[in-house]
């Protein structure tokens, strides 16, 4: 019984209500990106509070979710830049004329 309260509370009520403070936070991108590191914090809870194996098959997954999710941040940020770089020049062209 203890347990099925405490699924109830920390599994849904608090994911809840963390997951809907990012979603204020950041964008939505970047949001559905966390969903996809709970298999890593599972994994991990388990070890620690459950004394589970972790695998060498286990650690190739979760690197390679964690590798994956980093490729995406790298590039989301190259394409911020690329874009302020691009916005920059305009503003700069329609400030002076006679650059064009």
Do not use: D, W
């Not at 203890?2 to 920390?10: A, D, E, N, T």
């Not at 589970?52 to 941040?73: D, F, N, P, R």
Request: charged share 10%.
């Amino acid at each position: 019984m203890i347990s099925i309260v405490y699924l109830g509370i920390f599994g849904s009520l608090i994911g809840f209500v963390c997951y809907f403070y990012i979603l204020q936070k950041l964008t939505t991108a970047n949001v559905s990106l966390i969903t996809m590191m709970t298999p890593v914090f599972a994994i991990l809870l388990g070890n620690g509070l459950n004394n589970e194996v972790i695998t060498i098959h286990v650690l190739l997954g979760a690197s390679a979710i964690i590798v994956g999710l980093a490729l995406y941040q790298q590039q989301n940020i190259r394409t911020k830049k690329q874009q302020r770089m691009v916005s920059t020049a305009a503003e700069k062209l329609a400030e002076h004329p006679e650059l064009r």
